[in-house]
């Protein structure tokens, strides 16, 4: 058993799965925090037992943790920023463009401080990323990775998935960032069983950026999204109703492009799974990384870059109960 402290702020769907899957890999000191204090009572509640400790704390006590896995919604970087300057490694879930580009941006604070910042580490973006490095092994060069994302997690999730959808959605074209209406750009993408086919649209995303950063070499990244008619031409209003309490089956593909022995080649890798699920997945695995000296590498890093272990982190993810599934075409 692992006894290092492991902090979780939120205590919602995602930070759920988070605390659950720290358990399952052996961690038995868990400090959970959360805005509203009676529901990390109740997540401390279910998962404490004899042979572990997971108590609900205020934010102040996440300061005695090793690294603070950070689970709730945008931003994350003004927290982070208190967390690096005491060494307290982060694990972060946002996928706001801008907060995924502030927590870039703490590298060299992070390094100053012998600190590790894994942006994020969810399932777009994070999974994509080790989806893309583990691939790489079946060209000569890449140069192109293609996005799709389907289904939210909790409420959180849901409104930055609406807010996505009313932004400027950033693209890498041809040595250059291009940004283009969010809902625009329609493609139909299939997902694996049992989600199927969606059509996907351009989305503000943090992927690209976070791609680039992870594989250079990448001369063209998107980013799409699933939605409906009726999600397109609200995304610029108020949500209409309350987000769901956790959304149903999602999934998420990323499509490859590069060569291989002179002939152009497309590979394609997805998983269907519970957004929330597989985002706390990534992210417990990243904390599991950082506290047993997995990830050694300082500074802000992002999952699917060259020195880290990606290779154990995609198979331990996979261990969980994920399943993998890939289409490879010519």
């Known amino acids: 058993m692992l006894s290092t402290k492991i902090g979780v702020l939120g205590a919602g769907v995602t930070g759920g799965r988070v605390v659950e899957h720290l358990r399952t890999l052996g961690h038995e000191n868990i400090l959970v925090c959360d805005s509203i204090l009676a529901r990390a009572q109740r997540l401390a509640s279910l998962h404490s037992s004899s042979g572990s400790r997971v108590v609900a704390v205020s934010k102040e006590e996440l300061f005695e943790c090793a690294v603070v896995v950070l689970a709730y919604g945008e931003p994350h970087a003004p927290f982070a920023q208190q967390l690096i300057q005491r060494g307290i490694s982060i694990v972060s879930l946002s996928d706001s463009v801008s907060d995924c580009m502030n927590l870039v941006a703490l590298d060299v604070k992070a390094k100053e401080h012998n600190a590790i910042v894994i942006v994020g580490a969810a399932s777009s973006p994070g999974v994509t990323g080790l989806l893309l490095r583990s691939m790489t092994s079946r ?54 069983e049992p989600v199927g086919a969606y059509d996907c649209y351009r989305a503000e995303l943090p992927d690209p950026v976070l791609l680039k950063k992870a594989m250079p070499e990448l001369e063209r990244i998107t980013a799409r999204v699933s939605a409906t008619r009726r999600d397109r031409f609200t995304a610029r209003l108020p949500m209409l109703a309350p987000p769901h309490a956790e959304g149903g089956m999602g999934a998420v593909r990323i499509e490859v492009r590069g060569n291989r022995a002179g002939s152009r080649i497309v590979e394609i890798a997805g998983i269907a799974e519970r957004i929330a699920q597989l985002a706390g997945v990534v992210s417990a695995v990243s904390a599991h990384a950082v506290v047993t000296n997995m990830i050694e590498v300082r500074g802000a890093r992002v999952l699917g870059e060259e020195g880290l272990p990606n290779t154990e982190l995609l198979n331990m993810v996979l261990a969980s109960g994920v399943r993998l599934h890939q289409f490879v075409g010519a």
């Open 139 to 192: 060209f000569d060069t890449i140069d192109e990775a293609h996005v799709a994302l389907h289904g939210t997690g909790g409420p959180d999730c849901a409104r930055q998935h609406h807010h996505a959808l009313s932004g400027q959605s950033i693209g890498w074209h041809d040595n250059e960032w291009l940004r283009r209406p969010s809902g625009s750009g329609r493609e139909l993408c299939w997902f694996p």
